[in-house]
């Protein structure tokens, strides 16, 4: 019963910024730390950055390290990705993903959502 929806993709210009969300549903959100991932065509899935249960431990690709900010609001079950000064690299589908047990189920399992698309271009 986990479910992942990402939204706010989008065209960004290098240079740009771009902030995009991860609507959680299905397990306790505040109890589970988050974590981004990206997948451009034909590669495999990159590991971007991850948030604790708190907020208030945050760790980061070297790749996007001091570009891009992982937030989440806990009130709301959503989980944030702000990115800056974006790359023609950081084009990629971006999905969030979760370590958790879920509502409903005895196993601990990891759980994906279907991504949104993040399309740098000039």
């Known amino acids: 019963q986990v479910q992942l929806v990402e939204s706010g993709g989008g065209l960004v210009q290098p240079g740009g910024s771009l902030r995009i969300s991860c609507a959680a549903s299905?397990?306790?959100?505040?109890?589970?730390?988050m974590t981004w991932y990206r997948q451009a065509p034909g590669k495999e899935r990159e590991y971007v950055a991850t948030i604790s249960r708190g907020g208030d431990i945050r760790h980061y690709a070297d790749s996007v390290k001091g570009r891009f900010t992982i937030s989440r609001d806990n009130a709301n079950d959503t989980l944030y990705l702000q990115m800056s000064s974006l790359k023609l690299e950081d084009t990629a589908v971006y999905c969030c993903?979760?370590?958790?047990?879920?509502?409903?189920?005895?196993?601990?399992?990891?759980?994906w959502g279907q991504g949104t698309q993040v399309t740098v271009s000039s």
């Open positions: 993903g979760v370590r958790t047990r879920a509502w409903g189920t005895s196993q601990i399992r990891d759980y």
């Open positions: 299905g397990f306790t959100f505040g109890l589970n730390a």
